[in-house]
């Protein structure tokens, strides 16, 4: 017999709350994690004095859609005790050269539009119409979800009551805002925050754009006040409460099937570990390679390889030895663009098109021992960006070079002094991230947003991802996309479906 109901691989946000929702059903749960510590990208790590916060610039609360369960809902629901701290300000964009700019937009709606109509006068009546569509795509996907899947939708509804969803479901942002009728510079502040999702507007699916705008500026975006790793250890000790173990330091090196193909257990620590239900927070390209041939359908096995994998980040982490005020900085997120166009951005990324700066004494003040600040540099990184040819002993030498080209741009723009500043220096690259999260190429984002493989589609075709009985996925790479409360929703959507069939004895 099974020692567990449930075993959950790999402690990012999606295990975390995909375990924490089983053991709080009353499940025997198991969760296993390859480090000595939880969270995946949501951790932090030490340099002297300084606590870094490795992957995250601010949380959203994922949707405006009233049915979506927010991140701290579900923190709540799960008992997970940690604190928030809201943001004002959406972000500072300042754009180089003879079209450039400098700009900051404000947070919540109307401080959004009022920012906005500021900056770009005449805007204020296509970004309304953005938002108002907004809420008929919830409406539309509130529609969607209680039709229980494509075969229930009627399509004549889905053409007379949800018209403009059809129409824009499939398009890129640039058409979206195109539509719009959004002059150039309206659209160039409102696409900033395209690196964060990782594709350039012309190929962006609009609806996962806009909802993450949306959900950004009305919900205002927020930080942890225990950093990543606080929210980790919290969510930790929420499952154990319910019951459940966590064993750290034990990789799964094997999924194991019965003969139907159905997942029956694991393999960590040479041990076979078996139990009725898997949930998978590891991505499928791992599964698969992780998994006998023999029990894995070729449709599962098409999927993943059809699917581009997402992007990655090099990050430099910086503890300065003067506060923000000392240095001259005075905001949390600075977006730096090279062109006003964020598809020129994307094009020129290699040679600084984009990269943001990050304060977190902002937002959290005593983020960093007194007298002293943080500044985390984030420059987005995709397939084929990183030099395949770099040999191991010119590592080093590469990514010290490029920290010190984005600090001196950073100086020279602002015009500040950091170098003489740097207390601790880190610098991570899609190499690191390879590493950490065992993720291939280092992706921090799972899978690309296509117009083919987009949150929509993924949703509407929800159980061609399912091919394994017994097992779900959930975490960045799952249905929902990439990002913090996408793991968090997806961990417990994953759970809700494992517990219904559990009950049913399925
Ligand atoms: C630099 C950076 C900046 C980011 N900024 C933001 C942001 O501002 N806002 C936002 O919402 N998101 C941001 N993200 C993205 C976000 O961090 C991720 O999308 C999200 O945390 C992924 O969660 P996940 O559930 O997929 O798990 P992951 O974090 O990918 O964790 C997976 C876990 O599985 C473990 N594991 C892997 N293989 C095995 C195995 N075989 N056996 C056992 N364990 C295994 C890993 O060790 C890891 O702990 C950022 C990410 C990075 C790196």
Known sequence: MEKYDVIVVGAGNGGLCAATTCAKAGYRVLLLEKHNLPGGCATSFVRGRFEFEPSLHELCDESTNPRMRSMKQIYADLGIDTKFLREEMLYRVICKGPNGYDYR???????????????????????????ELNYLFDAAQIYMDDCGGVSGMNPITLITKYGDFIRAAGNSTDKFLDALGMDDKTKSLTNTYWGYLGD???????????????????????????????????????????????????????FLYDE????????????????????????????????????????????ANARKLGM?????????????????????????????????????????????????????????PEGTCMLFFTIPSFDGDFPENLKPQDYKKYKNALAEKYIRDYEELLGIDIMSHIEEISVATPVTFARYLSTPNGTIYGYMSQSWDNVINRTVFKDLENKVKNMRF??????????????FITGEMMANEIIAELKEGK
């Open 200 to 254: 350039p507007p012309r190929d962006l699916n609009a609806m996962h754009f806009i909802s993450l705008l949306a959900a950004y500026v009305e919900g205002k975006p927020s930080m942890p006040y225990d950093r990543s790793h606080g929210m980790s250890l919290a969510a930790v000790k929420a499952l154990q409460n319910y019951g459940g173990e966590v064993w750290y330091n034990s990789e799964v090196t094997e």
């Open 312 to 368: 990655s980040i090099i990050t430099v982490y910086l503890g300065l030895d003067c506060t923000m005020e000392e240095l001259g900085v005075d905001d949390y997120s600075v977006f730096v663009v090279k062109d006003p166009d964020a598809n020129v951005q994307y094009d020129q990324r290699k040679d600084m098109g984009l990269y943001i700066v990050n304060c977190l004494n902002k937002t959290i003040p005593d983020a960093s």
């Open 105 to 131: 937009i404000r947070a919540g709606k109307e401080g959004f539009l009022d920012s906005m109509e500021e900056a770009c006068p005449g805007s204020r009546a296509p970004l309304n119409t953005m938002f």
């Open 260 to 303: 139907e193909g159905a997942a029956i257990g694991v393999v960590a620590n040479d041990e076979k570990i078996y139990a009725k239900k898997i949930i998978s927070n590891v991505i499928p390209n791992n599964v698969l390679n992780l998994s006998d041939n023999k029990f894995v359908k070729k449709s599962m096995r098409k999927l």
């Open 474 to 487: 959930c975490g960045g790479h799952s249905l929902r996309g990439d990002g913090y409360p996408s793991g």
